[in-house]
């Protein structure tokens, strides 16, 4: 089964450019997560999709970051404009979630991003 | 809020010395308990998953196991391979509805020297 897909892999830019990330989650997987790890930290949750309704973006920073998943598959993450701290990994990952709970999440390689 | 704190920060090896990573927590209801592993330029990869205290669960050199306060991760005799940063994240029931969010801790990075 293919895992969940990120790109670009790398991506470096300059304070207040803007950039977006685009992820394909597994296939049949309803649940689409973006999470940020910055340097030596776990990842922390930015935004929850259940299909292409948003279940969670309290801490998204909504005056600079916006996400979509339109159709319910593909999401794409943006940051306009960017700032220093935003650099950070960026990870996507997917889930089941048939409503049991304790779904495991499967997450992407990442994107690494460097705001210069 | 849902708190997770791991200990130590970085633990360091020799080939076959066994030792335990610890992942304390505070949760309003745990749905789950989870153990990542995490190599340098890659995302999580998924080990574990423990729902109720007393529970265990094993894979190959790695033993989790869970209280209703903190889990514990036995590594047995690790090799080289091991070597990599150990996530906890807890799943919250008072998350709610289909609010299936994980909460990580910092991890711990693991070296093991051969």
């Known amino acids: 089964e293919a895992g969940v897909a990120q790109s670009p892999r790398y991506k470096i830019i300059e304070k207040r450019q803007s950039v977006a990330f685009w992820c394909n989650p597994i296939?049949?997987?309803?649940?689409l997560y973006w999470y940020q790890q910055i340097l030596g930290q776990g990842p922390k949750l930015l935004i929850q999709?259940?299909?292409?309704?948003?279940?969670?973006d309290s801490q998204l920073p909504k005056d600079r970051f916006s996400a979509e998943r339109l159709k319910g598959v593909d999401s794409t993450l943006k940051i306009q404009p960017a700032k220093l701290e935003d650099s950070a990994v960026y990870l996507c990952?997917?889930?089941?979630?048939?409503?049991?709970?304790?779904?495991?999440?499967?997450f992407g390689s990442g994107t690494q991003l460097s705001v210069l | 809020e849902d708190q997770v704190t791991q200990s130590p920060e970085a633990l360091r090896l020799q080939e076959g010395e066994s030792s335990s990573l610890n992942c304390s927590y505070t949760?309003?209801?745990?749905?789950?308990l989870f153990w990542y592993r995490q190599d340098p330029g890659k995302g999580p990869e998924f080990l574990f998953t423990?729902?109720?205290a007393g529970e265990e669960k094993e894979k190959e050199r790695l033993k989790a196991t869970l209280t209703k306060k903190e889990s514990f991760l036995h590594i047995t005799a690790p090799k080289p391979e091991d070597s990599a940063t150990y996530l906890c994240?807890?799943?919250?029931?008072?998350?709610?509805?289909?609010?299936?969010?994980?909460?990580f801790g910092k991890g711990t990075l693991l070296t093991v020297n051969p």
């Open positions: 990952a997917s889930s089941s979630n048939r409503g049991r709970g304790g779904e495991k999440l499967f």
């Open positions: 296939s049949g997987h309803a649940t």
């Open positions: 999709f259940q299909n292409n309704g948003v279940v969670d």
């Open positions: 949760v309003s209801g745990l749905r789950g």
């Open positions: 423990l729902y109720s």
């Open positions: 994240a807890v799943q919250a029931a008072s998350s709610g509805g289909s609010n299936y969010k994980l909460t």
